[in-house]
């Protein structure tokens, strides 16, 4: 390899690097504005409530960044096998910008749960919201480490998340019948709880990205789903 070409690969990696380190970061910033979420909907906390909504912005931004050093890749002229990176990158960021706006999302409709004399029992959106946040954590330290086979886990742990979701849906409607004035409280909670299945759907893309680093075009293994609120009559 001659001292021009080694140059080349030495600042093709270099950006490759840069953009891995983004892509985490931005992950683990949703991740923790999920968990802030989730948090301020047991304390009933409107600052930190509003501050979880305007902590999206940053979100957005490092998004909008990842895109640009994407395109700056790809006008150097991409060396063979960068072409999976950079398409898994930009599909992993618009994943991560959806967990973003979940938790916003959650935390706008904490707004109007504070409002509300009393809540019904927010436990299951809790161990949802628990679980999803782990599975967003995991699936970045898949992607981080390049782990299809921790990816191939995160991607089977969505059946107990869409089974929590389906119970969960299925208890709060009986809230709403047995109560009418649990309502409004409970179609955000069940806002909240469909936001927190969505973030466990992303957090599959993610690991089915990992594979697709790890793998290529070699096809995943067929998996379980099992979000039954759609099926539900009572």
Request: charged share 30%; glycine share 6%; with cysteine.
């Amino acid at each position: 390899m001659n001292e021009q070409h080694h140059h080349i690969v030495k600042s093709h990696d270099d950006e490759q690097n840069a953009l891995l380190d983004e892509l985490i970061r931005m992950g683990r910033m949703a991740a923790t504005q999920l968990e802030d979420a989730l948090a301020v909907v047991e304390r009933r906390d409107d600052t930190a409530a509003r501050q979880v909504v305007a902590g999206d912005d940053a979100i957005d931004a490092l998004e909008r960044q990842i895109n640009h050093d994407v395109i700056h890749l790809i006008r150097r002229g991409p060396l063979a096998g960068d072409l999976r990176i950079i398409l898994a990158a930009l599909r992993v960021a618009a994943d991560i910008e959806r967990i973003g706006d979940y938790a916003a999302n959650i935390a706008k409709r904490s707004l109007v749960l504070n409002q509300a004399h009393a809540l019904p029992d927010t436990r299951g959106v809790r161990m949802l919201g628990k679980l999803a946040v782990q599975q967003v954590r995991d699936v970045l330290d898949a992607y981080l480490a390049r782990d299809g086979e921790t990816a191939l886990r995160v991607r089977a742990n969505d059946v107990e998340l869409d089974t929590l979701y389906t119970g969960l849906f299925r208890e709060l409607l009986t809230w709403m019948m047995e109560d009418p004035r649990a309502i409004t409280p409970c179609t955000h909670l069940l806002f909240m709880a469909k936001n927190l299945e969505r973030v466990g759907d992303h957090a599959t893309n993610i690991a089915e990205n990992v594979w697709f680093l790890v793998h290529g075009e070699e096809p995943m293994p067929a998996r379980d789903k099992r979000d039954g609120s759609s099926h539900l009559t009572s």
